[in-house]
């Protein structure tokens, strides 16, 4: 039986499996801002799981999962995925414009 598994080499250099960690990291002149940059670097296995699911919709879908992780990389746009966050998850500080209000009884 051949081995027709679509995620035989989703590493897109098998000789080096950091090659994926360097070519995410490679991005960062992206990452505008020091949030930014705080937040893109604790999210590499998010972006990789994405990544695979991808590939997976690929395959299922009947074409050859031929998508390179530095292609993939290419076409996010990280202005936009950090945009579309809470400002908590952006570790931005909302609470000087909220402040807390004790009620008085």
């Known amino acids: 039986m051949p081995n027709n598994n679509p995620f035989a080499d989703w590493l897109y250099d098998d000789e080096d499996p950091s ?5 995410y990291f490679s991005n960062q002149n992206q990452w ?3 949030n930014m940059k705080k937040y893109f ?3 590499f296995s998010n ?3 994405q ?3 991808q590939l997976g919709q690929m395959a299922h879908g009947g074409q050859a999962a031929t998508l390179e992780f530095p292609d993939f990389l290419k076409d996010i746009n990280w202005g936009q995925e950090y945009g579309q966050l809470t400002p908590m998850q952006r ?3 909302t609470a000087r ?3 807390f209000t004790r009620w008085m009884t």
């Open 32 to 34: 505008k801002t020091p």
């Open 97 to 99: 414009f909220n402040p």
């Open 19 to 23: 090659a994926q960690s360097a070519a």
């Open 47 to 49: 972006i990789q799981n």
């Open 41 to 43: 670097q604790g999210q």
């Open 91 to 93: 570790g931005v500080d």
């Open 51 to 53: 990544y695979m699911g």
